[in-house]
């Protein structure tokens, strides 16, 4: 899933990577420790965690 606002940029070797935004928002703490430790479970970022969620919540209410 490519992010529109990504910028591909060059490190030095030469080979191109994506660069991202910030996205901030509040969260509890709890939240947040959940979140972590279910992203760690499955063997994905917080990052991917997220883009799945919000690809699926974006799926199921454009029905």
Known sequence: MADK???IISDQSGV???KGI???FK???EFKK???GF???QGISMTDLLKEG???S?????K
């Open 39 to 41: 992203a760690v479970a």
């Open 16 to 18: 191109g990577t994506e």
């Open 27 to 29: 969260v509890t703490a």
């Open 54 to 56: 919000f690809a699926l």
């Open 22 to 24: 910030s996205l901030n």
């Open 58 to 62: 974006r799926k199921n209410r454009q």
């Open 5 to 7: 606002d990504a910028v």
């Open 34 to 36: 959940e979140f972590k």
